[in-house]
């Protein structure tokens, strides 16, 4: 991020600053962070003005956002230089590997039972039923992506705006050096790289971003309940805890329920 990207803009910006990461060389600025909560009106702006500007707005909430640290953005607590580039990743190999490291029976070390396990992930068991079918694209983009701006700010008034210098949302997660899914790991360029293949398959945007959250608006959702399995059994590989750990019962079928006809797709890593 440089001062002259900023200087660009048409758009007004509210008091912010540069934001530091704590780790690595110490000279890194990924992110420019408001200082006050974001409005609607200056996100769609500043998604519309993307494309000549070169930076990605984001919605970023916190762990305690009524704090005055922000954690992770105002702390710092970014790691842009470990990342690799979502370029040097196969979404549809990453997802493979993640569905068999989480579909896996673990007699030795697992609270649920053989039995219990396989009926996580029916109708698929252990086997990867491979990518979803991309639905046709009837909404646009952005303006699903708006909308969801305007429904995610009334649902956290604190969060903030942020800007990355990067080409799409899922680049600017690994830009900024966003750690969120890193208790299962630490490069965030590979989950980058899956949310680059859900932009072109189902018209995804990313929104927002928090400590461990990630929230994505869908133009394209899945419109039936077999194709919403697919699309479960992607996010299942991708962040196993919406299933494990969710509201809902701890099945992949019970979760496909929801995502059917459903514009926002909503993460979260223990």
């Not at 110490?26 to 006050?36: E, R, Y």
Request: charged residues 20%; proline residues 9%.
């Amino acid at each position: 991020m440089t001062p002259e990207l900023l200087a660009s803009l048409t758009v007004p910006l509210p008091e912010g600053r540069m934001i530091t990461s704590d780790e690595g060389s110490g000279a890194v600025q990924p992110l420019w962070l408001s200082d006050s909560p974001a409005t609607t009106e200056l996100w769609v702006r500043l998604l519309a003005e993307q494309s000549t500007s070169g930076l990605w707005p984001l919605l970023l909430d916190a762990h305690d956002p009524c704090n005055a640290e922000f954690r992770p953005w105002a702390s710092g607590e970014l790691f842009p230089e470990r990342m690799t580039s979502p370029h040097a990743h196969a979404p549809a190999e990453l997802l493979a590997q993640w569905w068999s490291a989480h579909a896996k029976i673990d007699e030795d070390d697992d609270p649920l039972a053989p039995d219990e396990r396989l009926a996580v992930t029916v109708p698929f068991g252990q086997t990867w039923p491979g990518p979803a079918v991309s639905p046709e694209l009837v909404t646009s983009a952005d303006e699903m992506a708006s909308e969801y701006a305007q429904l995610f700010i009334d649902q956290h008034p604190h969060a903030r705006l942020g800007l990355v210098a990067a080409s799409c949302g899922a680049d600017a997660l690994t830009t900024v050096g966003w750690n969120g899914p890193a208790n299962y790991d630490n490069d965030t360029a590979k989950f980058s790289a899956v949310v680059r293949d859900w932009e072109r398959r189902f018209g995804v945007r990313v929104v927002a971003a928090g400590l461990d959250t990630l929230h994505l608006s869908v133009a394209a959702p899945p419109k039936n309940t077999q194709n919403a399995l697919r699309v479960a059994a992607e996010h299942f590989a991708f962040c196993p805890d919406n299933i494990w750990q969710g509201s809902h019962p701890y099945t992949l079928a019970a979760y496909a329920e929801r995502l059917v006809g459903m514009n926002n797709w909503d993460f979260w890593w223990d």
